[in-house]
């Protein structure tokens, strides 16, 4: 069995820790945004004018998850966001 070990180095797990953060907090407030029931995966596509299928990417992982995005969604579901360094 072929093994493989590679280092992406501190720069680089630091950067991908935060962007899983943040993807996680923008996940948790869609979740309580659709258990309340007040915005469903397809109202926040069709405020923000953007396919469904682009949120689904941002939120997995499989499309970039800009700071301009992460604004949009909080303006979408009504929030404010806050940030601490």
Same mark, same amino acid.
């Given at each position: 069995?072929?093994?493989?070990?590679?280092?992406?180095?501190?720069?680089?797990?630091?950067?991908?820790?935060?962007?899983?953060?943040?993807?996680?907090?923008?996940?948790?407030?869609?979740?309580?945004?659709?258990?309340?029931? @007040? =915005?469903?995966?397809? $109202?926040? *596509?069709?405020?923000?004018? &953007?396919?469904?299928? #682009?949120?689904?990417?941002?939120?997995?992982?499989?499309?970039?998850?800009?700071?301009? @995005? =992460?604004?949009?969604? $909080?303006? *979408?579901?009504?929030?404010? &966001?806050?940030?601490? #360094?």
């Amino acid at each position: 069995m072929t093994s493989f070990h590679f280092d992406i180095g501190s720069r680089a797990r630091h950067a991908g820790r935060f962007i899983g953060r943040v993807r996680g907090e923008l996940l948790k407030a869609l979740s309580q945004r659709k258990s309340e029931g @007040s =915005l469903p995966q397809q $109202a926040l *596509a069709e405020k923000l004018g &953007i396919e469904r299928s #682009l949120i689904n990417r941002q939120l997995s992982g499989e499309a970039n998850l800009t700071l301009r @995005s =992460l604004a949009d969604f $909080a303006w *979408a579901m009504d929030m404010e &966001i806050s940030f601490e #360094l």
